[in-house]
């Protein structure tokens, strides 16, 4: 929650004949400065339209988006330029801010100004929709030209009407501290302080009273445009922090209520944001299973095999080893031993004879015996006759 002291406010002609700045606020929620543009094409006109404009959409509904309450303020402009032709060419800049529960919204057209100050030093400031600015950004001109420079009064945006129309700037304030100022003026002030004249002002300890005193009395002697200024100060900020307080510039903000909260679309952008995170990492999950399971899979199949796979030479003399190992490079593989018992040799079970197997030819008619068990041990690793018979005799085993 955010509550403000009293606003105060001042406007002066300076050197001017007339005033074309035009200011308005609503106690403790909504704050409107416009220096109107056109001179004898009735500035202060504009300014009035557009200000009065602003505050009462804000006032009538909290929640309303910043660009459709400047389209309508454009036609609003148009409608009164066709019934009064001596106010075309007309303009004006803007600033606006508005204090909502836990942030204050803001908005700004041309080089009308909003800042905020904490301790008497600027913590935030809104940049100028000028030709200096952009020159500045550029790298055209210094620092130290910009200030008095000749082209200072031109500006790049203002609102004109709706053949001309223009986009208003929002940033949301969300850090907030009680005792922090927030100034909306327009470009008169300017003219008699410098940003390091402010933080000097503001770092004295004074009251918005006394501190906008001594403003307009400056302003008043030395500024040759017409000066007007919005002072308010924070004196209760009780902010939570989450994450809807971040900055939502451009189509974002609409997300925002006027109470600082998301509207639900946000949170249902919230929501859909966690479901996705949690499926995708499901997906990567079983994906992984799939990968790797077949590693373990190869492993049980080899264990639970039906058939024994062939051992090696060094396995059976070790019988106390049961791990599986892969022939030797270059050695043929026998397959498994025969064993006096053994099932499903291609789909059956059978009782084998234990000392002697015979072989079929492709004839059938001569059989020839097998060497048993005992017999396949004592055959030496180099003999390749027998080996081969084996090979090629294998798959027709017969009783």
Known sequence: MIKLGPAIQFSVLGKRENNEDFACFETSSHFVVCDGVGGNQKGEVASAIVARHFLNAFQDDPDSGADSVL???????????????ETYGMATTLTFSQVRLNNILIG??????????????????????????????????????AA?????????????????????EIVQLTDICKGDFVLQ????????????????????????????????????????????????????????????????PGPGRSQI???????DNGKKELR?????????????????????????KKQDNSANSKVARQKKPSDIKSKSSNSFQRPSPGRTSLGPPLKPNIDSIKGGSRNIVKEKRFLKDSTRKH?????????????????????????????SVEI
């Open 71 to 85: 389209k309508a303020a454009e036609a609003r402009m148009s409608a009164h330029i066709q019934q009064h032709p």
């Open 108 to 145: 700004w057209v041309g080089d009308s100004r909003i800042y905020q100050f904490r301790n008497g030093k600027i913590l935030f400031q809104t940049e100028d929709h000028s030709w200096v600015n952009d020159a500045l950004k550029a790298g055209i001109i210094t620092k130290e030209e």
């Open 148 to 168: 008095g420079h000749p082209k200072s009064n031109i500006i790049t945006r203002a609102i004109q009407g709706e053949d001309k129309p223009t986009q208003v």
């Open 185 to 248: 003026c327009s470009d008169g002030v300017l003219e008699s302080w410098s940003n390091e004249d402010l933080e000097i002002l503001f770092a004295q300890g004074f009251s918005a009273a006394e501190i906008m005193a001594r403003m307009e009395q400056e302003c008043d002697l030395n500024s040759r445009d017409n000066s007007t200024a919005i002072l308010y100060e924070v004196v209760f900020a009780d902010v939570p922090k989450g994450p809807w307080r971040k900055d939502l």
């Open 257 to 263: 209520t006027g109470n600082g909260g998301l509207k």
């Open 272 to 296: 859909t944001s966690r479901w996705l995170l949690l499926i995708t990492g499901l997906a990567l999950f079983l994906a992984a299973g799939y990968y790797f399971n077949p590693l373990f």
């Open 367 to 395: 059989k020839t015996p097998i060497p048993t068990k005992r017999q396949e041990n004592r055959l030496l690793p180099g003999s390749k006759s027998k080996v081969d018979t084996i090979k090629k005799n294998l798959k």
